[in-house]
């Protein structure tokens, strides 16, 4: 069976109320959402992504009044937070009401909980009309949608419906950050910084990726964002190697030719392009991708994270 591609939000959440799975864009990347309620319609997007089942989901909302039918206690912080960045980039991770399956958070008690800003994702998820979880609307360790035109490559035949939008604005996964406890915990850097988040709730930390014992963010420790390329992380231009099979994304020009070059004008520009730099180098057969870095501050901290992820291979 084919994916219905349309540009209605009307008729895309048509298939989240009957229970179907929907691609939609938001500012960040194209998530895959389901009806939270449904656990049915959860479970079809485990397998739609061939996400391992220990990886939780993030409910997405159209008014804040929703948060109530999810967690069970908007705490302090978190209500700081909600007031300063919703809607926008920032998931807050609380603890889930009795009324959320199971399987929608990996079998953790708490769930994450974003508020799209873009106004396409507000009407399709206004149009619902119950919460939407949503991982990004790519298969399972690929780089992240981007494009309406990614989540076809990925999943058409696999999904209901893709709701098209243009190219994703921020280009980089939400921030995510952990409000159970007394001092906010940012698991998963984004374009909303540590800088701004510390302005709204001064204590606010980052988790140590070295808690492996219980890794708090589960999505974390997962293979991500893999070309079939290798890829590699240099500081300088100059000193990537050029080739017939091998790509390079930076910031500046480097030295001979190389298959294919990104030379972005900024981090945001940088950010904005990398998924889809990475998924290009896939479909034009690049064994290699040069990355370079950024300073890690600001969007940069996030842009690295990805680009550190993807070299891992
Ligand atoms: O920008 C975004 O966040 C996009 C768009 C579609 O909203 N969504 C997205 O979802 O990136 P996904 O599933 O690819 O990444 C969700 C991340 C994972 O690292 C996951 O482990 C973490 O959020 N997460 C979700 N629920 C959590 C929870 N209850 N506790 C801790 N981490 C959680
Ligand atoms: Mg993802």
Known sequence: MGTFVTGSPEAAAGYIRRGGIVAFPTETVYGLGADVFNERAVAAIFEAKKRPADNPLIAHIADIGQMSDLATEVTANARLFVEAFFPGPLTIVLHKSERVPLIATAGLDTIGIRMPGFELSRRFLKECGTPVV??????????????WQAVFEDLDGRIDCILQGDATEIGLESTVVDCTGEVPVVLRSGSITIAELRRVVPSTIVADGSDTDAPRSPGMKHRHYSPSASVEIVSNAADAIPGDRTAFIGL????????????????DEYARGIFEF????????????????????????????????????
């Open 278 to 313: 990475l998924r290009e180098c896939d479909r034009r057969g690049i064994e290699k991708v040069y990355c370079q870095s950024v300073a890690d501050e600001g969007l940069g901290t996030a842009l690295m994270d990805r680009v550190r992820r993807a070299a891992m291979g």
């Open 252 to 267: 500046d020009r480097p030295n001979g030719n190389f298959a294919v070059v990104l030379i972005c004008a900024d981090v």
């Open 134 to 147: 949503a991982p990004s609307a790519n298969l399972s360790g690929r780089p992240s949608p981007t494009t």
